[in-house]
């Protein structure tokens, strides 16, 4: 599976992005998936992840701002971001596991090559 993930850029305080992965090399309705994101100096982080039958999760620092969705004809998966924070500048990674759906970078089969989100004042 390969994973192209694109959309990040430069906003505001406030303002919004929406990131895109999209899949190829297998079944993408069969793929769990997921965002994590890295900022400098610190761990990869859990972002939120969507599970085949479309069910969402968010960690906390992004519920009511953040929507992941999926479009299984398009073999893409979205993070929508709304009301961008300082804390929200990483690298985003999109990535998909084959067999479950978690927060643990760990258990994801394939990764995308991540795209930068900066939010300034």
């Known amino acids: 599976v390969q994973l192209q993930a694109s959309g990040g850029g430069l906003v ?17 309705n069969s793929l769990r998936m997921g965002w994590f994101r890295q900022a400098p ?5 859990y972002v939120s ?14 519920k009511g701002r953040f929507t992941i969705s999926r479009d299984n004809a ?3 998966v979205y993070l929508q971001m709304n009301s961008l924070k300082h ?9 998909a596991d084959r067999s479950r ?6 258990s994801y089969d394939y990764w995308g090559q991540g795209t930068q989100v900066t939010v300034s004042s």
């Open 12 to 28: 505001q305080v406030g303002g919004s992005l929406r990131l895109s992965c999209t899949a190829s090399g297998r079944t993408f």
């Open 41 to 45: 100096g610190k761990e990869r982080e």
């Open 49 to 62: 992840a969507i599970s085949r039958s479309s069910g969402t999760y968010y960690t906390d620092s992004v």
């Open 74 to 76: 398009k073999n893409t």
């Open 87 to 95: 804390e929200d500048t990483a690298v985003y990674y999109c990535a």
């Open 101 to 106: 759906l978690g927060t643990n970078s760990r």
